[in-house]
């Protein structure tokens, strides 16, 4: 018999790095970045594919919640299992896997960051049901994306034995490299890239947390014994800040034995700044990206155009990014996407803008 | 006796150097651009201080008359004299003499562009007041900026022998240069920007017309005769557009034997375009010049930024101009400045952009 799959799309992050577009109350996954539906609306659309909506879970943190539903309209406000509190994805994950297990221990989980791009479907659809076949063996598989470039910004998994089909153990993960590190890696055909995504049956991935991460095991069985119960909220509100805030990588994967990887060639993006919409978006013949047309880009090479409140013109610009909303507006070249941090703290910095951070 | 100066400032023109901030119905002279107040009010300010302000005349289009009182507010409606077309700059001061001659043949018009900027004004008031006891002895005289730069974006005048004080005869107005002659006529001393701004008795311009423009004799006579009548309109109507329409400089100034020029350091700027914000506008440490409180630029360098709807943020950017108004937002090089008309043609080219020109 197949396993039963939920898929849990993990919407509980925060950045900054596409402010102005997005704020604090309408992170990036809200966004309309790769196509005119929210990248957390694209991701339940990959994630339906592996399972009926009923089975699909969101973990998000409470203020977030409305913007889930607006942006899910067809999910049921079951499915959205609110966080107490942002403490990194461990915390995150076992509460799914909890829930999880409530329905069915043997269920596999397919997690998802909600933030994500996928060009490749197909490729990504294989690679899932790969991974779901060796999770439901016991192991705790990861997606490994072939890397196109020796990016530093992600960390990278290495490959071990080979252990069925594509799979391969998991021989280590490695954090972000250096430029010369990730070349090697790139070359040597050995690394993939972590791309967060995870796959593993809930008893699984709950003795796991016992095993890894001992102090959480008061806090998720008080947390899964009130579950159904009205005391659930009250329980939950108390025992989640008891779970360490790790991420998964740290509390579980790295300390596992019995991790494995798929590889997986699916044209992945993590959409991680406004030079990444370049990877997502169509281009024009001079590399510029735009998103509406209203837009006049004149003698102008390998821009990012964000904006469709205006005609935006651009002469003689290269390598640019200008974001336009409403409130502010944002011009940077390519190369410096992510220094808006630096405006952020530059808004932080002065009551009269924290409306607009 | 001091002869009656009658300021006359030009406010015809319709350039579109400063889109997206200008659009056709409110040209570069309607735009607060060097101050809070708009440059025709600045240079009607100076204009005041060499006659009362029942003397001061403008001279504009009939679309922008609106603006001009608006502009202007104190300023009588009779004293805007309206062409009933753009035919460039000699018919335009040939109405504004018939109109000084009918009060004061022996009057000094002043004219001035109303889109200049003057930062030294004791300066310019002195230049000026020489002007006006040389135009009073029967010379048309012009002001010659004294250049601080090889430009090659206007006209320069050679000066010729002593006539009285600083004023010099006028040896020859030449056409723009290229930036090495530009650079000769710097070196040299003997050359003098040309700034459009003239001075003379009303009857001594009408002589020269009568002289070098004889084309307009017959209408300049018909429309002086219907001055102060019923029939005035009519009569301007159909009579301005016999005039030639050439510039005063083409069909006067470099004809006539009568020429004289003031030199004169006054900080003066034609403000040409985004990029001539530079030089009129106060700068942050790193040359940056913004005309908001609301704009965060960091890291940058010798930027111009204009728009005071929303927070601007720049990070990175050197030498860009950034322009936000409510519909339409340009960015490019400062450099590229004269390039917005390439911007204005792209949206003459799509009905769908017409209301942004």
């Given at each position: 018999m197949s396993p039963q799959i939920f898929p849990v799309i993990m919407a509980g992050g925060s950045g900054t790095r596409f402010w102005p577009l997005s704020r604090s109350n309408k992170p990036?996954?809200?966004?309309?970045l790769t196509s005119d539906k929210t990248l957390i609306a694209e991701t339940l659309a990959r994630a339906r594919t592996f399972s009926g909506l009923e089975n699909c879970l969101i973990v998000c943190g409470a203020r977030h919640a409305a913007l889930v539903k607006k942006s899910l309209?067809?999910?049921?406000?079951?499915?959205i299992l609110i966080e107490?509190?942002?403490?990194?994805?461990a915390p995150a994950i076992a509460l799914a896997a909890l829930h999880v297990a409530k329905r069915n221990p043997e269920g596999v989980l397919v997690v998802l960051p909600s933030d994500q791009h996928v060009s490749n479907l197909s490729a990504f659809a294989a690679a899932i049901d790969e991974a779901v076949s060796i999770a439901d063996t016991g192991m705790i598989v990861t997606l490994g994306i072939t890397p196109t470039r020796p990016e530093t910004g992600y960390g990278y998994i290495k490959q071990g034995a080979?252990?069925?089909?594509q799979t391969k153990r998991v021989a280590a993960f490695v954090e972000k490299p250096d430029v010369s590190t990730a070349k090697k890696y790139v070359s040597s055909k050995q690394y993939l890239w972590n791309a967060g995504i995870f796959v593993f049956r809930a008893d699984v991935m709950l003795e796991a947390f016992s095993a890894?991460?001992?102090?959480?095991n008061e806090p998720l069985e008080n947390i899964f014994e009130s579950l159904?119960?009205?005391k659930a909220a009250t329980v939950l509100a108390r025992e989640?800040?008891?779970?360490?805030?790790?991420s998964i990588d740290y509390a579980i994967a790295e300390k596992a034995e019995n991790m494995a990887v798929v590889p997986c060639d699916c044209?992945?993006?993590?959409?991680?700044?406004?030079?990444a919409l370049s990877e997502v978006r169509a281009m024009d013949a001079n590399g510029n990206v735009s998103d509406s047309a209203s837009h006049v880009v004149i003698d102008s090479r390998d821009c990012v155009v964000v904006g469709n409140q205006k005609l935006i013109a651009l002469v003689g610009m290269n390598d640019v990014v200008v974001v336009d909303t409403p409130d502010a507006l944002l011009v940077m070249p390519k190369d410096r996407s992510q220094d808006v941090k630096k405006v952020i703290e530059a808004l932080k910095a002065n009551k009269k803008w924290t409306a607009l951070l």
């Open positions: 990036k996954q809200f966004l309309e309209p067809k999910l049921r406000t079951k499915n107490p509190a942002a403490r990194n994805t080979k252990l069925s089909g890894h991460l001992p102090q959480s159904g119960t009205n989640f800040n008891n779970i360490p805030a790790n044209g992945w993006s993590d959409v991680g700044s406004f030079n």
